[in-house]
């Protein structure tokens, strides 16, 4: 593996583009931008060269979660780095199966499909595949790399035993307690790992069965982390980006050379990490801070279905709680979301209104669309 730019993929290393085909444009792109050495640029739209003049770095774009989508310029090295990585700590091979769930142009799909193709291992891009037709072909694999929501919606298959699967990695969001108890009795010969990081950052820190609950893990190998008194975190590691492709977009903070992707937490003594959750979505109810996170994971305990939290302008209190869940209306649902929300956080954080709606407007990482959801339950 070259220590600073891409190398071709091996021929017939992709073995599946998805069951109609699907995937296939994409791929195709992507490793045609492997063989001319070009830079990569991927996006929601496609994967296409970004320029003709040969180059080792690539652009991605950023889930939207924040309300814009960002483009992520890095080199090549940032990421052949962390595949070293995962190769040497977690025994990743040319002999693996690599089976990707989500689409090219988010970063995590980006960056499964990449490393697959640079360990020299084979690849299945199984994006827009039914549930039923993604078990099928998971029966190859030994490698899968997903969001929370693309495992969720493979338990929908119902129960069954991929018994080949050795690596789960997991990120993009909080793998819930019920969805990794699927994943185990679905992969019972897995090693689940969940990791934290950003587009901005790639890996930050790494959970697997020891790390303690609450947590997301300890600093994956090669990462500093330095969080500053107000719980900022800090990151120093050479898997980070070189800055957005938008030129009038602000550099993220990087206080004495450690980048401050915006998120709150804490670390204990042992060196694990917890969130408290994004400083752009720390609110003020009632004169009360409050992270929109900890009302989504009361939501997720109580509700398998899809959910969210906003705050909205409230002329007394300065902001309140709006709760929005998928599915028909449940007056005994929403009371339950209520009282649980009180009890586990405070009066301050029960949510004012508990909207239902048929489908909740998602992002390309799975991810619900905060800015398209605040659009439609504004009264």
């Known amino acids: 593996m070259s220590q600073g730019a891409f190398a071709p993929a091996r021929p017939g290393a992709v073995l599946d583009c ?4 699907q995937n296939a444009a994409p791929v195709a792109a992507l490793t045609d931008c492997l063989v001319r050495g070009l830079p990569i640029h991927a996006s929601l739209e496609g994967i296409r060269p970004d320029g003709d003049v040969p180059g080792a770095w690539l652009c991605c774009q950023s889930s939207g979660s924040g309300g814009r989508v960002k483009t992520i310029r890095r080199s090549h090295a940032s990421w052949l780095a962390s595949f070293r990585v995962n190769r ?14 989500g689409q090219l142009g988010h970063s995590l799909a980006l960056y499964a499909s990449i490393e697959a193709l640079q360990l020299g291992a084979s690849l299945m891009v199984l994006a827009g595949d039914s549930p039923r037709r993604q078990r099928a072909a998971l029966a190859q694999a030994t490698v899968i790399y997903a969001t929370p929501a693309q495992l969720r919606r493979l338990l929908l298959a119902g129960p069954g035993s991929l018994a080949g699967v050795t690596h789960v990695f997991c990120g993009g ?11 185990a009795a679905l992969c019972p010969n897995a090693a689940i ?24 893990g300890r600093a994956y190998p090669g990462v500093d982390l330095r969080l500053d008194a107000a719980g900022r975190i800090g ?4 898997y980070l980006f070189d800055g957005y492709a938008e030129p009038d977009l602000p550099p993220l903070p990087r206080p004495d050379g450690y980048l401050q992707p915006g998120d709150i937490g804490r670390l204990d003594a042992q060196g694990n990490l917890f969130l408290r959750g994004r400083e752009a979505r720390m609110v003020t109810v009632a004169d ?13 305990g109580l509700t398998a279905a899809p959910s969210a939290a906003l705050a909205l302008p409230d002329a007394l209190r300065g902001q309140s709680v709006v709760a929005v869940v998928e599915g028909a ?16 956080l405070g009066d301050h954080a029960a949510p004012r209104r508990v909207v239902f709606l048929p489908r909740l407007p998602l992002l390309g990482s799975d991810k619900p669309d905060l800015a398209a959801l605040a659009r439609l339950v504004v009264p």
């Open 88 to 101: 040497d700590h977690y025994g990743l091979s040319a002999a693996d199966r690599y089976a990707v769930l």
């Open 173 to 183: 969001g909080k793998l819930d307690p019920a969805c990794r108890a699927g994943i």
């Open 18 to 21: 998805g069951g109609a085909g």
């Open 329 to 344: 209306p449940d007056d005994a649902l929403a009371a339950r979301l209520r009282r649980a929300c009180r009890d586990a």
């Open 235 to 238: 990151v120093a590691s050479p």
């Open 288 to 300: 009360r801070n409050l992270f929109l996170e900890d009302v989504e994971a009361v939501l997720a």
């Open 193 to 216: 790992r969940e990791f934290y990081g950003a587009s901005e950052t790639s890996f930050i820190a790494i959970a697997d069965e020891g790390t303690p609950p609450g947590s997301v």
